[in-house]
């Protein structure tokens, strides 16, 4: 268990604390309807007001200017969300007790430099001339391909896979099963109707501060490489295809799926299970809902959407197949309009 | 080769043998139109009838008052289905030469309890502090993480990876590549547009009787737990984000995405590629077809759908364009009933 | 580094080189806008030839008929795009240096037969009785499960895994974290509502040539086999269900899902994240654009979609609420048609 004073974490959070007791002792961050009074919560926004009359944390988090909407103790900061997940942080006891070594069962080749205080779990494999930072953890059953250079304090988890020649900045986290580098899909039609593998030359670059969920899937590249800039988070079961460049600091939900060559601008947000064709470019700052289907690029920030959303299955029927009539019936309706202005 | 005797199969169905060779051998199960002479068969609907007269099993199980439809030998039981799915482990040999010992090569760290009659695999990995059942099996490869605590009878194929302290129930099965437990997609902007992570404090509890499919990825809650309930069957690469709660029995076909905090009911039935959005409720008894996208509440239960079907790419290019113009279409047919009206 | 001289490469694509300097040293491959004065590039289609002018390659591959518009070194030949392709071979040196041995961490169990020239990666295990042919490569962590049989030169990466029994034939390439052979999705109700799990007792069976990637997973069949023919090259985190059938050298974009029974034929294209409905039949040469929803036989050959594309949010929110009063729509349309008609 890890304790805090309220004090401490009003310091850490550089927070104004707004209690009698700043020596309360909090070990642990719950919602506003489930804190305990050993526990700290926060506002995370307007609709969260109403459940501050009944809540029995040890103290909230909320901004100055609500700082009268709750009578208990209080830590007062400008983004409670934002001092939520810093102080998430604080309570996260994950890789308390790892072992900073090597363990006796992992397979190290011949050529590897590992960094300073790197732990290398059980069984898992780094193949040869491979170059892992200070601080970095690798997890059990994972294989790092050759010549794979990884950063300072990354965090690679269990059953990872990383390809040869996989470049990685620092302070990456990348999930379990999530599989970096492999082919891109790419195949020429020979006079036969076979295909003929197009070898993928390329490699995939990971810039700092990203993180990779589980089982998502990144894709080196054909003749360039697959990049991934600094700042970036990808959630689970995402594919990138080969040579796909995702900018700065843009965020990717789940089962979102990116075909080759397409280039992400900066700060975008795609929600789960969004699809995008190869070969276009979408610019900064473009939000884009679930499910939807970009088939081409984007050159205006914004948010984009499409599809549609879930209704009684019988209606959806009948207006599934009028879908299917429509360019038809905008030719009655057009009929019409001429008829009307005869 | 596993056989038995079409009384033996009866007893073991308490279905009633109609007959006068109770004694033939039955090797396997096949379908109405493959099934041969030492193989048992099933009638699972009406729209199989038409394969009856050709049937070559060795015995066919069918409903008492469908006993006429078919000459052969038969084992009439009110549900032919359920009675082939209850029969189909007995000719299941998969795990029938499986050693009940911890191999060599697995890793089991301090703290470990494993109960009686397991099986640990070729350099499956068992962190430290994890408690498992009885009769378990846990397949090469697996990682399971610090604090996990596993039922009964549980099987963990190849290469699962589960992290620190899930809880799971009895007679699970996971399949392989399926991974429990990474972190949730949660990320708070800070001033600069940077991602701040909110570490995942909560955890991912499993219920009994509980099947998921092969890279299938159960993300651990933000604060309180992920929770999959008893008798929960989901199929390969379905993803369910941090704080979802699955109701009893609900079955989740392959490829189906969940967003963070949505609560699916009792008894549902998504099938493939279903998306739901996040902080949302279904309710029991919700059955939702393919691709459908859910993005609000379902109060009432019935069956839900969403999307359009493949058409010739050509019209469905005229159609896709007119759907984007839906809209001034609608106010097009609005001025033509105002004109009529006047 | 891997160096050719043109006249080589020219003779190992059958081309004919137009250039004075047959000797000159192509160390690699590279695009029109990018490669360098040792690398080859190439002419893929008409809509590159504006970067032949400045392009700066060693040499360009293209077709006779072509030859005018280019003034530097050349290859000629019919299709540059597939001599891509075959070069690219020749330039991969990702096994290079693999081993060709069985790593003393790998675990073989009892009444495994390798052929020779086998490499087995580090903490891999292959399950007994399995058979593996000539010059296979085994990645690290892999899990071959008993009675497996897999062809000559296949190349499994790390961490795949392959369930019991499941027959793989030569020349086979399967990615990291693919799963083959887990269970189907397949249960029966009983009379509380509960899911009786039903055994698959299938498996599955993978022909020659055949690329499959990571993530993907392919379930083995109820009954009957799963069968995936010859030639046929399937993307990352692909769902094939049990008991489907994919027919010769049909290639498959990532994030696809196929239900349960759905026959593919020969030579057909799905793109990315397409859903096929299970118990139909899709047949020959048929081309499916991404994320279409396939919910009937495809019976012509031909091109087919589904689905919208992407828009501003706000239009498209007035839009989709349109789609849901389609029906109701073509009714007003109709009564409009019928008063002018009177």
């Not at 830590?75 to 006796?104: C, G, M, T, W």
């Not at 970095?136 to 990354?154: D, E, L």
């Not at 795609?270 to 473009?286: F, Q, R, S, W």
């Not at 429509?326 to 019409?336: D, P, W």
Request: proline fraction near 2%.
């Amino acid at each position: 268990m890890t304790n805090y004073t309220l004090r401490q974490l009003a310091d850490y959070l550089s927070a104004d604390i707004d209690s009698s007791n700043a020596g309360l002792t909090i070990t642990g961050i719950a919602g506003l309807t489930t804190a305990k009074s050993d526990q700290i919560s926060f506002l995370s926004g307007p609709s969260y007001l109403k459940y501050l009359p009944q809540c029995q944390a040890g103290a909230v988090m909320l901004r100055p200017e609500d700082a009268a909407r709750y009578q208990g103790a209080k830590l007062l900061i400008d983004n409670p969300y934002l001092a939520y997940a810093r102080l998430s942080k604080l309570f996260d006891q994950s890789h308390d007790k790892i072992e900073r070594s090597v363990h006796p069962s992992a397979v190290i080749a011949k050529g590897v430099k590992l960094g300073k205080n790197i732990s290398v779990a059980a069984n898992a494999v780094i193949d040869r001339d491979v170059v892992i930072g200070d601080d970095s953890i690798i997890g059990a059953g994972c294989y790092i391909g050759p010549n794979v250079c990884i950063g300072a304090r990354a965090q690679i988890a269990a059953n990872a896979s990383i390809y040869h020649s996989v470049v990685i900045g620092d302070d990456v986290l990348l999930h379990s099963g999530c599989v970096i580098g492999a082919d891109g899909f790419g195949f020429a039609p020979d006079k036969d109707n076979r295909w003929c593998k197009i070898y993928q030359l390329g490699s995939v670059i990971i810039g700092d501060r990203v993180e990779i969920g589980a089982s998502t899937t990144i894709d080196r590249g054909a003749l360039e490489d697959t990049v991934i800039c600094d700042g970036v988070k990808i959630d689970n079961q995402v594919h990138i295809a080969h040579n796909c460049r995702i900018g700065e600091n843009t965020a990717i939900a789940a089962n979102c799926g990116l075909a080759g060559s397409t280039s992400i601008g900066r700060n975008c947000t795609l929600a789960g299970a969004v699809g995008i064709v190869g070969h276009i470019d979408v610019t900064d700052n473009v939000h884009i809902t679930g499910m939807t289907m970009v088939t081409k690029s984007i050159t205006t920030p914004g948010s984009y959407s499409s599809g549609s959303s879930a209704i009684d299955t019988r209606e959806w029927r009948k207006n599934a197949v009028r879908y299917n009539q429509l360019n038809e019936i905008v030719s009655r309706v057009k009929a019409l309009e001429n008829d009307r202005n005869k």
